[in-house]
Structure formats: structure tokens, C-alpha cells
């Protein structure tokens, strides 16, 4: 288990990440994480996912069965496919529709992305990340009902569901916002560099 400390390590430290802060992540204890990077504690599969999940990488990297952080490239390539036939196959009215939202998608990341802005990559990763999953699980809870939504019990989980999904997406805005804030801060300080803060926003 020793590459998983060294990664487990590793990710933690990239994300400027303490034993105690991980420790929480996974509801643990301080001295548990530790045993996880330095006395060759094995974690459950449950914990390996858990920071699988948060870091962003396959499971197989973090237990050091691939050097291959997650599995982007292969994933690109078969969703480029898919979706190519996907969309080909949508009625005309409807491929304007995908394509405003690809295009408003690679607004949003293009300008981070070429700023290597961490920040807010992660935030928007995040964001995404806990509008499918939230969605999804509307969706299934719907599914599951049969058709019952107006059951009293079924709708109230699904409001308390969707109550879930607005207030994780407002936090996330807000940080979002404070990104950008703290952005045009240092922007700002460091003017001298020559960059304008509406330039590099």
C-alpha cells in the first residue's frame, strides 16, 4: 500500500489539504488518515471511492494500479462518438438547442482554462459535478414512484431533494463569487505586472 500513502499524500497536498481536513471529509479521526500515510493502514473500499470521488482520480491510480490519473482520454474519445450520433440523430429544431449549451459550456471554462485558474476550475467542476448527481437522483426518485409524485410522503422528499439541490448550487456560486473576488484582489495588487483586472477576468 505504500503508493496509495504516497499518492493519498500527494493529492492532499495539492489541494493545500490537512490530515485533520481530509480526516473530516471521510469522518474520521486525525491519527486514521495518518495511518493511512505513514503506517501502511489499508482503508475500506468505501474510504479508497470516498477520496477517489474528491480528488477526482481513479481508483486504480490511487491504489496505484495505473499511472493514469483517471481515465479522461478514453472517456473523451467514446463520449465523442456517442454524442456525435446523438446529435445527429435529434430532430434539426433541436441541435441549435445542444449546441448553445456546449458553446456557453466552453465559455464558461475556455478563458480559466487558458489562466490555469484552479480556483475556479474546481468550483465549476463541483458545480457540475452536483447538478448531474442531484439531478440524477431527482430523476430516479421520480422514476421510483411510479408515476405516485402526489403521494404526500413521495413529494415531500422529492421538495426536500430539490431544496438540497438549490441550496449546494447557491453555496457553490458563492464561492464561485469569491474566487472571482479574491482574483480581482490580487489583480490588483500586483498591478505592475501589466495586467488590468478587466483583462484578466
Known amino acids: 500500500m505504500q503508493k496509495f500513502s504516497n499518492r493519498l499524500i500527494s493529492l492532499r497536498k495539492e489541494r493545500g489539504l490537512t490530515q485533520e481536513d481530509l480526516a473530516k471529509l471521510i469522518n474520521k479521526k486525525r491519527s486514521t488518515v495518518s495511518g493511512y500515510e505513514t503506517e501502511g493502514k489499508e482503508p475500506d473500499l468505501e474510504t479508497v471511492c470516498v477520496f477517489a470521488k474528491y480528488f477526482g482520480v ?36 433541436l441541435r441549435p438547442v445542444v449546441a448553445k449549451c456546449f458553446d456557453s459550456f466552453y465559455l464558461l471554462l475556455g478563458r480559466d482554462m ?68 479574491e482574483i480581482a484582489f490580487n489583480i490588483k495588487k500586483d498591478a505592475g505586472g501589466g495586467l488590468s483586472e478587466r483583462s484578466a477576468m
Do not use: C, W
Open 58 to 93: 481513479s481508483t486504480d491510480y490511487l491504489l496505484g494500479n495505473s499511472d493514469e490519473r483517471n481515465h479522461v482520454e478514453t472517456v473523451f474519445y467514446n463520449d465523442k462518438v456517442n454524442f456525435e450520433r446523438h446529435f445527429k440523430s435529434l430532430p434539426a429544431e
Open 114 to 181: 487558458q489562466l490555469s485558474r484552479p480556483e475556479r476550475l474546481r468550483i465549476y467542476e463541483e458545480l457540475l459535478h452536483t447538478l448531474q448527481s442531484l439531478r440524477a437522483d431527482i430523476r430516479k426518485a421520480i422514476e421510483a414512484s411510479g408515476g405516485a409524485v402526489t403521494d404526500p410522503v413521495a413529494l415531500s422528499d422529492l421538495m426536500a431533494m430539490q431544496s438540497q439541490l438549490k441550496n449546494e448550487v447557491s453555496a457553490l456560486l458563492d464561492k464561485l463569487m469569491q474566487a472571482d473576488m
